[in-house]
């Protein structure tokens, strides 16, 4: 067509040849090179577990001064092959006993938090380590969803929990509450022990009822699509340094919708700048 644009008009030759004239000037269009944002969008993806998708990567773009629409984000995907962990079917963790204790739900489903370390919240999963169960304990803090303890080991109990009490930084009685389900591996002898040394208040679901404790099934929800199911461990080492891996990723560079897509850390730094 444009060899003959200067003996007849792009309506006549589109006439002749059935197309739309918004075919021709569609097609007429020069795509813009797309070599260096693909590149960028692939990095962004690859750089974060496999685990973001178009609204997150253009948060990152934008930071790196690239306004990108998430519809040009999503072809671009699409184009290489990129499918965000979370379209991957999810398992259903199994039931765990509870324990009849009169202990109420002092957080009562308040889960945005304005003081640090107000409500830690805490639950358990399992982890497949050869051919042997496993479990992974986190400690969130509700202000800022950060993971500020973890442990991992063979058994389900109290042990495991004051492991990731452990890994917490600075004074465990800044922290004023404890929230977790009935498990028996919160409420026991063990435990009261830890709680009342540090001064740590307790708040525990009501029976049977996980909504109860949502941003910790939440969270486990995102570390299996992030973390468990693209591994397979090893070892009890392999995966405490993994998990430690993660927890990092996790904690400094993985943004959070939530958050204002800051990390965790990010937001508890800006929070403690604005308190100054």
Same mark, same amino acid.
């Given at each position: ?100 204790? =009169? *202990?109420?739900? #002092?957080?009562?489903? +308040? !889960? ?105 099934? =939440? *969270?486990?929800? #995102?570390?299996?699509? +992030? !973390? ?49």
């Amino acid at each position: 067509m444009r060899n003959n644009l200067d003996k007849y008009s792009v309506s006549a030759l589109c006439n002749v040849l059935q197309i739309a004239r918004s075919t021709y000037y569609y097609e007429a269009k020069e795509r813009p090179n797309e070599d260096g944002l693909s590149k960028a969008i692939v990095e962004i993806f690859y750089k974060n577990r496999k685990a973001y998708g178009t609204r997150k990567i253009k948060t990152k773009l934008q930071k790196q001064g690239l306004i990108v629409s998430r519809r040009r984000i999503g072809r671009i995907m699409r184009e290489q092959g990129l499918v965000s962990t979370y379209t991957i079917a999810q398992f259903k963790p199994h039931k765990t006993a509870c324990n009849e204790a =009169a *202990t109420t739900n #002092v957080l009562a489903r +308040e !889960f945005d938090q304005a003081e640090i370390k107000r409500f830690v919240v805490s639950d358990l999963t399992y982890v497949k380590v050869g051919h042997r169960w496993h479990y992974i304990c986190v400690l969130i803090d509700l202000f800022n969803r950060e993971i500020i303890g973890h442990s991992a080991g063979p058994h389900k109990d109290a042990a495991l929990v004051s492991r990731a009490f452990a890994t917490v930084e600075g004074d465990l009685s800044q922290i004023q509450w404890f929230h977790t389900d009935r498990g028996s591996e919160f409420k026991n002898q063990k435990m009261d022990e830890l709680l009342e040394t540090f001064e740590i208040s307790r708040s525990l679901s009501a029976k049977g009822c996980p909504y109860d404790n949502a941003v910790a099934e =939440a *969270t486990y929800k #995102v570390m299996k699509t +992030e !973390f468990i199911h693209q591994m397979e461990f090893q070892s009890l080492d392999h995966l405490q340094l993994e998990l430690y891996d993660y927890v990092n990723w996790f904690n400094k560079h993985r943004i959070h919708g939530s958050l204002g897509y800051m990390t965790p850390v990010q937001y508890r730094q800006v929070a403690l700048k604005k308190a100054v």
